[in-house]
């Protein structure tokens, strides 16, 4: 499958990367690698060789669930604050996971194929944001059971969090609240690679128009993690 430099690569590496970094078993077959230093800015990295999970390939900004340990985000995904911080929005993407060949350098129409020509009986689309960190999806909840677990979340949250955090939670949680209760029946639910009752939900539902899914955190939950 070759994959054009200008519509795919910066995703793709995104989840190449933190794959990579999750020790995952991901196999991709890199056919050609022709990085320019423009490239390498385009997607994030610096020109340097890749030297192992030492080098660019290791994030230690990693998004911990406070209370299960489970990895729920990294610094390799974007993300944007919203309610003077309390939601951190990231945009998720579907992405081909498998035995995929990359030729960045190509151009597929040039070479006389289509784009998804080639494509292994193996390989299969997932959201990079729930493959990467194992997310597991959980049935979703009405009004009442979702203010429920708020009540009980930011109850369990509030003793692990300094005072000035704690105000921030308490001036901005009903606003962030409120938001969510508005997307109620769009929102998927899913919770960490442990699946503990009290850990934290991860939400995702797709915007107008959008085919790729945005995912919604409730940031004082990660531990180890800047936005």
């Not at 390799?76 to 309610?83: D, M, P, R």
């Not at 020509?117 to 959201?127: F, P, T, Y």
């Not at 790729?212 to 990660?222: E, K, N, R």
Request: net charge negative; proline share 4%; aromatic share 12%.
């Amino acid at each position: 499958m070759r994959l054009p430099l200008a519509s795919r690569c910066k995703a793709d590496f995104r989840y190449l990367l933190a794959s990579l970094r999750m020790r995952r078993n991901f196999y991709v077959e890199i056919k050609t690698l022709c990085l320019t230093t423009s490239d390498t800015d385009f997607i994030g990295l610096d020109s340097t060789p890749f030297l192992g999970l030492d080098s660019p390939l290791d994030f230690p900004n990693r998004g911990l669930d406070v209370f299960t340990g489970d990895e729920l985000l990294s610094g390799s995904f974007s993300c944007n604050e919203l309610f003077n911080g309390v939601l951190w929005e990231v945009e998720g993407k579907w992405v081909v996971k498998g035995p995929v060949e990359f030729d960045i350098s190509a151009n597929p129409s040039s070479q006389g194929g289509e784009e998804d020509e080639g494509v292994d009986d193996q390989a299969q689309k997932v959201v990079d944001i729930v493959d990467t960190f194992r997310l597991q999806e959980q049935p979703a909840y009405d009004k009442k059971q979702f203010i429920a677990w708020v009540k009980r979340y930011i109850k369990n949250l509030t003793p692990k969090l300094d005072a000035e955090q704690q105000e921030v939670v308490k001036k901005n949680l009903e606003a962030a609240t409120k938001f969510l209760l508005s997307k109620l029946n769009d929102l998927q639910f899913f919770v960490g690679e442990s699946v503990h009752d009290d850990g934290s939900l991860v939400f995702a539902y797709y915007k107008d128009g959008a085919t790729d899914p945005t995912f919604l955190y409730f940031a004082h939950g990660l531990k180890e993690m800047k936005c």
